[in-house]
């Protein structure tokens, strides 16, 4: 009997960003690809490394303006 579970694979960056769940992975991805730290993109954006972490890690956010602040920052494209 074949299984009918999903796995979820996350692309590798370069991609079009069109599912919310994989910004923050493609946000980390460009981050470190660009070789900035955590801190560098805080300081860029006017937040704070815990924020820049629970987007990174996919923890939910109500500051989308912060999240688009970050997605420019890294000239990710969605």
């Not at 590798?12 to 991805?29: D, F, N, R, T, W």
């Not at 801190?39 to 912060?66: C, H, M, P, Q, Y």
Request: glycine share 4%.
């Amino acid at each position: 009997m074949a299984s009918t579970e999903t796995v979820d694979v996350v692309p590798e960056y370069p991609y079009l960003v069109q599912l919310p769940k994989y910004i923050g992975s493609a946000i980390e991805e460009k981050r470190k690809q660009e070789k900035m730290t955590q801190k560098d993109l805080a300081d860029i954006t006017g937040t704070s490394v815990k924020f820049i972490s629970n987007v990174e890690r996919g923890n939910s956010t109500a500051r989308l303006d912060k999240v688009l602040d970050l997605i420019r920052a890294v000239e990710l494209r969605v």
